[in-house]
């Protein structure tokens, strides 16, 4: 199994409401990546989990937050979202420290809040 | 400041001749180096990869050149396929960091 799975596919939210985007994998990778995408824009890094521990928050704001309840499962937990912040969130996995370390990553989910 | 660049949006190529996308690194840093190919409202996926150590890579249709002094790596598609029209991402790494950074994309068409 070499896929990383992410659900919903599509999400649409008010301002106010509370969602989760989930991410899963099945390839005993030990490091798990939320990125986010604007159009026409690179993959935008925002937290990394290594071993089920937050390693890396790229200054992200507090209305999203990651949780890494097991190695296999990573969730993206939002919050009083704002209209900017529609875009498609990928999840990524990898092996971390292999000498031909790589991103597996989900299709994506595509928020847009309105 | 954007460390990964590759500066053509948009390339279109006809079908059979040779692709090459480019991409600069200002990093020295970085040791490995990634390019992945995306479709529209999918995640991106690995194409292929180089390390600093070579300055070649091939695999199939798609080989990856490194020049470490330049700073500058290029991924040719040889030959291309209308199923090759899709986003390119190169994405540079330090291993010691695990942290991937990717340039802002190049669009191929492959036109029939």
């Known amino acids: 199994d070499t896929e990383v799975t992410q659900t919903p596919k599509h999400l649409v939210m008010g301002m106010t409401n509370k969602k989760s985007l989930k991410c899963e994998q099945h390839m005993g990778h030990r490091a798990m990546y939320w990125y986010k995408q604007k159009a026409k824009k690179p993959p935008e890094l925002m937290f990394v989990y290594s071993y089920e521990k937050l390693s890396i928050n790229e200054s992200v704001p507090s209305r999203f937050s990651p949780e890494c309840p097991n190695s296999s499962l990573l969730n993206l937990h939002l919050h009083a979202l704002q209209p900017e912040d529609s875009a498609l969130y990928l999840c990524?996995?990898?092996?971390?420290?292999?000498?031909?370390?790589?991103?597996?990553f989900g299709s994506g989910t595509q928020l847009s809040v309105l | 400041d954007q460390q990964v660049k590759q500066n053509s949006p948009s390339l279109s190529v006809q079908e059979g001749r040779i692709s090459i996308l480019n991409c600069d690194y200002t990093?020295?840093?970085?040791?490995?180096f990634l390019w992945y190919k995306k479709y529209p409202a999918e995640g991106p996926t690995f194409l292929i990869s180089?390390?600093?150590?070579?300055d070649k890579n091939e695999d199939g249709r798609f080989t990856v050149f490194l020049n470490k002094s330049a700073k500058h790596l290029s991924l040719h598609i040889v030959p291309s396929q209308p199923g090759d029209s899709a986003v390119y991402f190169c994405?540079?790494?330090?291993?010691?960091?695990?942290?991937?950074?990717f340039g802002t994309g190049t669009s191929l068409t492959v036109i029939p």
């Open positions: 990524a996995s990898s092996p971390w420290g292999a000498s031909d370390e790589k991103l597996f």
């Open positions: 994405a540079a790494s330090a291993r010691t960091g695990n942290q991937f950074y």
């Open positions: 180089i390390s600093s150590i070579k």
């Open positions: 990093n020295s840093m970085f040791d490995y």
